[in-house]
Every structure is written in structure tokens, then in C-alpha cells.
């Protein structure tokens, strides 16, 4: 049968152009630079680029554009490869390198003076700019443009040997300063950075730019489809300048697409980075942050990220996506995959005057629609905990409005007995601190008696057998839908309500085999996990990485 879903623009491309044999074998490649964490943009190219590369029967390269020391750490490195490896895909061949590069980049240079397409310049960062011209004003010849070779394989030199201080030249290409496009007027190919490189140490002080290494990386590598965003869609020309100015082993082309804007998220990594340094999070993967780790601890499946990448699909055309979708592709895979559980955030303690017996056992299924995923066995005590909002003494509300527990009521437990409220004890202040209730005999997965008729069903764990824990109720970490755009300061705009602790609330036995990564739907409550951080501490963390509805979509 054939596949008669639509193809993007890239796909017909990449189709069409092994049709035509212009290319015997796809190669991509994910590029980041390792200045920072991936976030939930970094994840629609990782899901193309891969996707692409599996789908036509290629392969993609994990490459790092590592051509700034001064921003980038061997950290961001290991943090972006296993966020890769989360996602689900498998790079070909070792991890690469600009930095490996770097021989042949400093060769290209001196290729590119001796053909008179490269000089030094000796112009300072202020005075370059003015030279530059702008927008609607041409730029101006550098005084140092004219340099024979001789003196620019010279100056070239002196900047590789430290000679230098940072800042004090630069080595340009000569293109041309009337260009309309800014990107073509003599754009800078290396600067002095007298910085250790966190994969060749101190070897070097000149470092390429990532204009002049990106293209030759593509084309040393033997890249087909070098597939970026539209804002790289400007340096196009001079990505392919490159390519006809030096002898490189392969001639790939440039294609753009637009990238990922999410409202209510800042994906900035200059942003991010402030958030994280001044302590607005607990780090690049604090559960609130939109990084790929972040989303990871939360509890995000991989496999609703790669669907949530896939619902919005590759386009030319920029516009911003509800967050409201990847939430919905969250939720979506959690109900379906992940197992049951109960646990109480506010407990108020019942107690059962005729309950018999120490302890009861009690069955459910891990999963209601999902009888493969087993049974699990909860103990059922005189004493139990509920949920403080599930109890009520008014009795004048309708079974409509509340259907939950009523003093002199009934309500069932969810797979276990129905129970009613007899009696409310209370401290010397007046609050409730305990029910008092009976149970309705031979109740266990069956109908109740005749006249009794419960309000509604609610969920329980046992008072002296269950999982003390910390539960943090998680949300969007900004409650603006653009907290970053025009002139607006994006930390005024940071959700008070993000994070919420819950100190001393009661899980179901069963969660003490709970292990990071496995997400659970706790009833009525939404969806939680393990926070990984805190896995090995003697009270447990769980996370709540998505609510059961989207208490968001009216607000929007």
C-alpha cells in the first residue's frame, strides 16, 4: 500500500533529489553548539534531521560546533549527546567535532590569503562596525584590505603564535562591502581568543568563526542536505561562497525551515542561562525549564515529544505554537501508557469502627483499558487517609455539586467498600482532624444494598501502610503567552504557581518500587513521577509532569 500521507517541502526534496541521482545516500547532520542545554526547539530539528536521515535510509552525524571557547563546556557535551540518546535516535559513527577540524580550517585560511580572498585587519570592534555600514548604507573598505599576501601570511601567523592581545585584529574574508546582504560584507573568518578549548586544550588562540566552519564542517563530512533555520536563511550566500572559494571534498546545499516559537516559553539561551545562574530554577533541568532534560525529569515521554515534533510538522513559514499541543501529546501518551496509582496530597484520617481484622488486601489493575500491565495488590487498614477536600459537613449541597464524601453520607473507596460518614472529630480550634465512619459489608466489587446510594467514588491509600513523600505540583513557568517579546522584561512575567511542595503527602505502597522515568497516574490528580534527582533520598520526590485537563485553555 502506498504511503499517501503528505510530504513536507524537505521530503519532496530530499526525494526528488535521489530520484534524480543527484545523491546516492542522505546525510544530515544535528549541529548544536555546546554552550548551553537543548530545549523543546533544539528537539524538532534533532526529530528532523534524525527523521529524515531514517526515513530515506541515511544517516545523521551528532556534531558539535564547538568554535567558541569562551561560552562552551564539556558538560553541554555529555547533557546534549544523552538528551539525543532520550529522544530515541542513534547518531552514525563517533560524535564529531569543529574542533577536529581545525588544522584543516587554519590550511583553508591560509588558501583563501594566498588567492587574495583573505587579509587581516587591524580595525577595532567599534571602528569595524562603523566600516560595516548598515542596512541601507554601504560599508566601507577596510584601510588593511589591500594587503599583499606576503603580509597577511605574516599578521596570519603572528595571530596563530599569540603574538596578539584579543581583539586587536582579526583575519576577514574579501568579498565585498557594498553587498545589500550584511552577511557578505567581509565577514570575519577568525578571531584571538587566548582561552583552553574543552577538547584541544590550550593547542590554539585562534578560533574560527561559526559562518567560516559550518559549511567545510558539512562539506568534510560529506553532508547532502544541510538543514537549518530561517534565520541562517541571510548567510546562505556566504555559506555557499565558501564552498566555491575552497577546495573542499564535497559541495552540500543549504535548506531552512522554521523553527520552534512556543508560547509561554522562553527558549533563549542567553535567558535560560540567567534563569539558571540566578537561581530562578533548580538548574538546565529543573522540571519548570523548557529543556529537553528539564522535560525529562518531569516525567515527559520521549516517544510524546517526537509525536508533539510530528503534530506540528517542518514549514517555511514562521508562526507560534500553543504549548497547549505539547501538553496535549503528553497527556495523550501517559493515558494510554502509564500504570495507576493513589496517592492522598491533603490526608485527613478516617477510621473505620467496624472494620475487622489487621489488614485487608485489596486488588486493582495497573492499568483500567490495559489488562497485560498486571494487577497490583493495595493493603486495606482500619485506619485510612482521604483527601481533606473530599469531605464535607455541609449537607445542603446537591450530589451534583459534590460527589464526595457528606457527613451521613456515603461514598465508595475506589476499589474497595463504600463507607459513610458518621462523625467529625475536631480540634480545639475547630478543624477537622479525623472522620469517623463505618463500612458497608460485602461492598468489594459489588452493587450496595438497597437504599443505599453512594455519592460518587474517591481515592484512598492506608494509614499505616503507604510511601511518605514529597509531591511537586508543577506548572507553566510563566503565565504570560509572550513573555519575551517586544520590550518586556521575561522574569516579571515568571508563574508564582510553577512550583507548589507538598511536604507530607501519602502514596499507595506500591510506589516504593517507583524507579525515575515511569510516569503514574495518580487518581484524580494527574500524572507524576519520580523526581531523578532525589531517587536515592529516604523521602521521595515525585513530580507532577502534566494535570489530568488543561486548566490553561481559558486563559489563552
Not at 528532523?48 to 558539535?64: I, S
Not at 567599534?126 to 560595516?132: H, L, T
Not at 459489588?446 to 514529597?470: D, K, L, Q, Y
Amino acid at each position: 500500500m502506498s504511503d499517501t500521507k503528505p510530504q513536507n517541502f524537505l521530503q519532496q526534496i530530499l526525494r526528488q533529489d535521489l530520484a534524480d541521482k543527484k545523491h546516492t545516500k542522505i546525510v544530515t547532520r544535528f549541529p548544536p553548539e555546546p554552550n548551553g542545554y537543548l530545549h523543546i526547539g533544539h528537539a524538532k530539528s534533532i526529530c528532523l534531521n534524525f527523521g529524515l536521515a531514517q526515513e530515506f535510509g541515511g544517516e545523521c552525524n551528532l556534531r558539535f560546533d564547538d568554535t567558541n571557547p569562551g561560552k562552551e563546556d564539556q558538560e553541554y557535551v555529555d547533557a546534549i549527546a544523552e538528551d539525543v540518546r532520550w529522544l530515541g535516535f542513534t547518531w552514525a559513527g563517533d560524535i564529531k567535532y569543529a574542533s577536529s577540524y581545525f588544522e584543516r580550517f587554519y590550511e583553508w585560511a591560509i588558501y583563501l590569503i594566498n588567492a587574495g580572498d583573505a587579509y587581516v585587519c587591524h580595525l577595532s570592534p567599534d571602528e569595524a562596525r562603523a566600516y560595516r555600514g548598515s542596512l541601507k548604507e554601504p560599508g566601507k573598505d577596510s584601510p588593511h584590505r589591500n594587503r599583499s599576501v606576503e603580509e597577511n601570511l605574516r599578521e596570519f601567523e603572528k595571530m596563530r603564535a599569540g603574538e596578539y592581545d584579543e581583539g586587536a585584529c582579526v583575519l576577514r574574508a574579501k568579498i565585498d562591502m557594498a553587498s545589500p546582504n550584511i552577511n557578505m560584507r567581509d565577514p570575519i573568518l577568525y578571531r584571538i581568543r587566548k582561552l583552553a578549548h574543552h577538547q584541544t586544550g590550550d593547542k590554539w588562540c585562534i578560533y574560527p568563526t561559526y559562518d567560516f566552519a559550518h559549511g567545510q564542517e558539512d562539506a568534510i563530512e560529506g553532508i547532502t542536505h544541510s538543514i537549518c533555520t530561517l534565520e541562517f536563511a541571510d548567510h546562505r550566500p556566504l555559506y555557499e561562497w565558501f564552498i566555491e572559494h575552497l577546495p573542499v571534498p564535497s559541495k552540500p546545499r543549504q535548506y531552512e525551515f522554521a523553527r520552534l516559537e512556543l508560547n509561554y516559553t522562553v527558549t533563549s539561551k542567553r535567558k535560560l542561562k540567567q534563569l539558571v545562574d540566578d537561581n530562578y530554577v533548580d538548574g538546565w533541568n529543573d522540571p519548570r525549564m523548557p529543556t529537553i532534560s528539564g522535560m525529562r525529569r518531569r516525567g515527559y515521554p520521549a516517544s510524546a515529544v517526537r509525536k508533539f515534533c510530528e503534530l506540528i510538522g517542518v514549514t517555511k513559514a514562521a508562526s507560534t505554537v500553543d504549548v497547549g499541543m505539547l501538553e496535549f501529546a503528553v497527556r495523550d501518551e501517559l493515558n494510554e501508557s502509564a500504570p495507576r496509582a493513589m496517592c492522598v496530597l491533603n490526608p485527613l484520617k478516617v477510621v473505620l469502627s467496624n472494620f475487622e481484622g489487621e489488614t485487608q488486601t485489596m486488588t486493582q489493575p495497573v492499568h483500567p483499558n490495559n489488562a497485560d500491565m498486571g494487577e497490583r495488590q493495595l493493603p486495606f487498614t482500619k485506619e485510612l487517609f482521604i483527601e481533606r477536600d473530599d469531605f464535607t459537613e455541609d449537607t445542603s449541597l446537591s450530589r451534583k455539586k459534590f460527589k464526595r464524601l457528606v457527613l451521613g453520607e456515603w461514598v465508595r473507596l475506589r476499589g474497595a467498600y463504600i463507607i459513610k460518614a458518621d462523625e467529625a472529630v475536631k480540634d480545639v480550634a475547630g478543624n477537622i482532624v479525623e472522620i469517623k465512619a463505618s463500612l458497608v459489608p460485602n461492598t468489594v466489587g459489588a452493587n450496595p444494598p438497597e437504599g443505599i446510594n453512594p455519592r460518587g467514588v474517591i481515592h484512598w491509600v492506608s494509614a499505616t501502610e503507604n510511601v511518605n513523600c514529597e509531591v511537586r505540583l508543577y506548572d507553566r513557568l510563566f503565565n504570560d503567552a509572550a513573555p519575551d517579546a517586544g520590550d518586556k522584561n521575561f522574569l516579571d512575567a515568571i508563574n508564582p504557581d510553577a512550583l507548589v511542595i507538598v511536604s507530607n503527602a501519602k502514596a499507595e505502597k506500591s510506589l516504593t518500587n517507583a524507579e525515575p522515568g515511569v510516569a503514574y497516574q495518580f487518581e484524580r490528580e494527574g500524572y507524576f513521577c519520580l523526581d531523578s534527582k532525589y531517587s536515592s533520598s529516604e523521602k521521595p520526590v515525585f513530580n507532577r509532569t502534566i494535570g489530568l485537563k488543561d486548566n490553561w485553555a481559558n486563559n489563552v
